[in-house]
């Protein structure tokens, strides 16, 4: 019989049974655990490189903190993956991100271990917060602490609850993990014990001492003394910032190093004074695996994997990305005209800006994770004469929505946005699915609101963007490949609120807004092969909608279909308004919108997503028939 690889790993199915070992085993515990989390996601594909960063700080506060009493919220949630295999998930960390699977993320309902659910950034410190205050309102002892890093930190929503919790001197624990840029000088042997010195008892106690004798002298010598401590505080610790915001500071710490960590963790978990504790954790993203830390982006988010090589393996598209079309369609209307210029919010590869950024650096801005300053900032560009491409991901400008309301369309600036991952995004489930963004634009005066139906569209739409100056205007596309449809040398600007006629027919009508339109097309053979005349539209716009095409479509036809890869409130919904208010809905044409589920759907497989939604040509077909009263074979002739 071989012997296990990980035999200490073997023994641990939950925290209760990591904090029986002894702490000398824990290093070996850690390396075990790294291997794991390595091998798990060459099978899987996701987030490698955070979680590679946090093994021997997720060992660490295992076993000083007794979870799940005590609350440990990880933020972002793709930092995780080790967290989850010591916590009862190990036997199913091979099902990441598939559907029925663990989430690629923390999840409330997936586990006790996981108090709270972050996929978006810059969270936890409020949840925390939150926590933390119900706890001491209940009359509870336990801990809460939160892990924030992998750049979260640059959202200024984490420091509005840093801010709160100086106020609230509630007793939270906030490690800052700090794996990108260092806040304080590399960290050694010597800040290692300033940290365990500052995080003792002992010595907050003689600061405590110090600062009530301080508040005595006079005036002139006590304003002096507090200079000379704040100086020397910041020399020594980088913690000034955090120490003004109302935490103690302890750091910064070699987040690597379990016989640093373990004593600082036990120092601030047993301090009994209470108020809000930041810890200062310096850690390698992609740590311990060479393929990782010898990449520029340390393995981020990955496909599967070869172990050995780090390779990843990559499926043979047969069209270009959206993203990618997104990217070098921007570009050739950049080298047209000077005023172009580009912005993310810390996705420069994910939205593809990363390629703008190499051909215009002084023209493309990364403002990290910050997508209210985001739009704001696009906003005052525009206000310049410039011409701010805000690209997003449809679930992340959600953040952004009240900028986009006050700063951005109720002055009519006419900043672009470029809207990815707009509809169902498979494997990153339904914290990343971006359902929602045709029904929060759409609703507000002044926005123009597209949707490609395939690559070659969204190439015209980058070019109508680039052209509008009359107010703000949005281009939605989703993740993945295109359909294949030949590609435009150059983008043509489109007519604003003008749709187009695919095919024609009599009987059914099917106007189709966005990449539903292959699926409607197929619909449409389907229903040609029962005798059903079908015309197919692309309504291009959901806000204008073309409404000289959809009443030309509720007059000539006896069934409409509208459909979207959008939440009900949408594009649907704008139609049915209009036929509605014009008493158009008498005239006998029955309309049946369809949209995504009135659900978060759980991540899986985009094809069985899709049949989930109900969204694929045999459900048009379904739909057709339904508003017809006729079944299948029923209808030929007809």
Not at 8 to 33: F, S, Y
Not at 292 to 303: F, I, M, P, R
Request: proline share 5%; aromatic share 6%; glycine share 10%.
């Amino acid at each position: 019989m071989s012997q296990s690889k990980t035999p200490l790993l073997d023994q641990v199915k939950v925290p209760a049974d990591l904090r029986r070992l002894q702490p000398a085993q824990l290093r070996q515990l850690a390396d075990e655990l790294r291997s794991e989390t390595i091998d798990a996601v060459s099978v899987t594909g996701g987030h490698l490189g955070a979680g590679l960063g946090v093994v021997e700080l997720t060992v660490a506060l295992h076993y000083c903190f007794d979870t799940p009493a005590d609350r440990l919220i990880w933020d972002v949630g793709h930092q995780a993956y080790p967290h989850k295999i010591l916590t009862g998930r190990r036997d199913r960390i091979r099902t990441l991100r598939m559907g029925g699977g663990l989430s690629g993320f923390t999840k409330r309902s997936e586990s006790e271990y996981d108090p709270f659910g972050t996929a978006h950034s810059s969270t936890s410190i409020s949840a925390g917060l939150g926590m933390a205050a119900a706890r001491d309102l209940a009359g509870r002892t336990n801990n809460v602490v939160a892990i924030i890093g992998d750049g979260a930190l640059s959202a200024g929503m984490a420091y509005e609850a840093m801010n709160n919790a100086g106020a609230l001197q509630s007793r939270l624990v906030v490690i800052l993990n700090d794996n990108d840029m260092s806040i304080a000088p590399p960290v050694g042997a010597l800040s290692a014990y300033l940290s365990r010195l500052i995080s003792s008892k002992s010595y907050r106690g003689f600061r405590d001492f110090s600062k009530q004798v301080a508040e005595h002298l006079p005036r002139p010598l006590l304003n002096a003394a507090r200079r000379a401590e704040e100086y020397a505080r910041g020399m020594v610790t980088g913690g000034t910032l955090f120490e003004e915001l109302g935490f103690y500071y302890v750091g910064p710490i070699d987040g690597h190093n379990l016989d640093h960590l373990l004593p600082i963790l036990e120092n601030v978990r047993d301090d009994p004074r209470g108020g809000p504790v930041l810890v200062h954790v310096v850690t390698q993203k992609g740590k311990g695996y060479a393929p990782a830390e010898a990449s520029a982006d340390k393995l981020h988010a990955v496909g599967k994997f070869d172990v050995i090589t780090g390779t990843q393996a990559k499926p043979k598209a047969n069209a270009p990305s959206y993203t990618r079309v997104f990217a070098d369609s921007l570009i050739k209307e950049a080298e047209k005209d000077e005023k172009i210029v580009a912005i993310t919010a810390a996705m420069p590869s994910g939205t593809g800006l990363d390629l703008f950024q190499q051909k215009f650096p002084k023209r493309s801005f990364d403002v990290a994770i910050a997508e209210q300053h985001a739009v704001t900032f696009a906003a005052g560009m525009a206000t310049e004469g410039y011409k701010p491409f805000c690209a997003i991901y449809s679930t992340f400008l959600q953040r952004g929505y009240d900028q986009l309301v006050h700063d951005v369309a109720l002055q009519n600036l006419p900043v672009r946005f470029a809207i990815d991952r707009a509809g169902l995004v498979g494997a990153d489930g339904a914290t990343h699915a971006g359902a929602f963004d045709v029904a929060y634009l759409a609703c507000l005066p002044n926005m123009v609101v597209m949707a490609a139906a395939d690559e070659g569209e969204l190439v015209h739409m980058v070019a109508t963007c680039a052209a509008y100056d009359a107010g703000p205007i949005a281009v939605r596309y989703p993740r993945g490949e295109g359909v294949g449809v030949d590609m435009p040398e150059q983008g043509v600007p489109l007519p604003i609120g003008k749709g187009r006629i695919i095919r024609e027919g009599s009987k059914v009508a099917i106007l189709s807004l966005g990449t539903r339109l292959a699926e409607a097309s197929k619909a449409a053979e389907d229903l040609a092969a029962l005798g059903l005349s079908t015309t197919v539209a692309d309504a291009r716009f959901a806000k204008p909608v073309d409404m000289e095409l959809v009443e030309r479509l509720v007059r000539s036809h006896e069934v409409l279909i509208t459909i979207e890869e959008g939440s009900i409130g949408g594009f649907g919904s704008h139609v049915l308004h209009h036929l509605a208010v014009e008493g158009l809905l008498e005239l006998g044409c029955k309309v049946r919108p369809m949209v995504l589920p009135d659900v978060y759907q759980d991540h899986d497989n985009p094809v069985k997503q899709y049949e989930e939604a109900g969204l694929q040509a045999r459900n048009i077909v379904d739909t057709a028939l339904k508003a017809l009263g006729v079944e299948g074979k029923a209808a030929v002739g007809a």
